[in-house]
């Protein structure tokens, strides 16, 4: 299909004027091409096969050593209004950013091919997907973006020959210098352009630059919500469905929760959970006045370190082929991956700098953010609906972090605007996602921090003002930790399937059935209010997860104080009033 929208034509033809490539290909999208890309990826050194009986159709592929994770610092939002970035946010003027990356890139494609990768982000036919382009010189990033997006083709067939409502991106791995590595969003102009990187997160545009940054844009301009959270279906032994979004910061196990199996009593009584998306949920408004949630995205690129049959074994199973498997380890007899977390290291094992390992070695095998690419469809737990142009309705949202004190187990907010505050005071303590320290708390509003694509205070107001459209037809909002920690150090809480304890409390209380006590955080469960049999958790581990500690308290409320003050005058009123009465409530 040859694509017949002048803009996309004239804008693809200036493109290679200024970048210079030997010549451009537009991608279809097809089987055939995809075999064609993934040979050419293996004659260029790109791709090692994998051993095709275990690992059919599947790579491995390493990155250069200082592209390894997204780059919050070198992540700019360009807007004509610095205030309009926020506090949050690297801004840069976008006539001086156009300037420094039209030299920087110019003719950058010299002696390469430019791919044009038309996509689209939702379900094929579906009113709340969108169309993007991205013209890349990565024949990587185009095996990538096969798998996490709808591409070619059926992203043309969803563009109206006479629209010009699409995003514009531009990306090139020039010599990947990470000093002049650009991630950069114009949310003013729909446009994107990535420089001097090839990571996931910065350069396969559909996810977290489109999906999140340039789409919480249109969002707040359109009235609907582009957010960082899983969403799953959960049904109960009556066969009553409810899906729910969850919103944790990078690394947190959202793929895990995303393709939850509840533990044997539960299957047993016949409870199911069904995966709809493991990292982006676009939520609009249905006829019916709920919020409804489309996954944008068609794959899962996940975390591989930590993820085994063990910890999950629908994901284990969705990547048995057709993935990508990138700065894993591998197992030179086995031609398979292997990561940290998967089991015995193998006898002779290749790690992700190529160079031989074994368990002595100081490094790991695996890099902590080495990633698989791997097909949505192909997961044993996907839901029938996960593509179902008029998205699922949303019966609760969950917000969580990685908190070894202070948050319990789980706590219900009282409402949408208290439910707005728990969200805006979300923290975390930071993991390997993204570039920097590790083990430091972090406040992650909404999980979105590095996602949020304008003003954070304005973002805080979107949300408040949504749920003042839709009044009580809004989801239930709760706040979850599975990452407690004893004196010891050692989680309180077995996680994984033992979550489902969790979510059917949390699905009770949609339903106004499951009990609680109304605590200083809003709702919580006593001990007696959650289902816990055949959990292995002493009395007094349940007491100490379901805890709030004053002192703890206190501490918190210092430092939402000074993020308050980071975010300045555009923190809603409702924010510091929500606050002050969690204080009040608290005693403090
Ligand atoms: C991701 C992230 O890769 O959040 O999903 O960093
Ligand atoms: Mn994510």
Redesign the pocket.
Known sequence: MTCSNPFVVKWVEETAARLKPTNVVWVNGSDEEYRSICDQLVSDGTFTPLNPKKFPNSYWAVSDPSDVA?VEDRTFICTRSQDDAGPTNNWADPREMFKTLNSLMEGCMQGRTMYVVPYLMGPDGSPFSRVGFELTDSLYVVANMRIMARIGDTALRNLKDDSNDFVRGVHSIGDLDPEHRYICHFPEQNIIASFNSNY??NALQGKKCFALRIASTLARRQGWLAE?MLILGITNPKGEKHYVCAAFP?ACGKTNLAMLIPPQSYLEQGWKVETVGD?IAWLNFGSDGRLYAINPEAGF?GVAPGTSYKTNPNAMDTIKSNTIFTNTALDLDEMVPWWEGLGEPPKRVRDWMKHDWTPASKTKAAHPNSRFTAPARQCPSIDANWESPGGVPISAIIFGGRRAHTTPLVYQARDWQHGTFVGVTMASETTA??TGKVGELRRDPMAMLPFIGYHAGDYFQHWLDMGKRAGAKMPGVFHVNWFRTDDAGKFLWPGFGDNMRVLEWVLGRVAGKAGAAETPLGFQPRAEDLNLQGATLSAAAVEELLAVKKADWEEELESQEKFFNKIGAKLPKEIWTEHRALRQRLGL
């Open positions: 997204r996931g997160g960082h990078s990292d690129f996602a993204a």
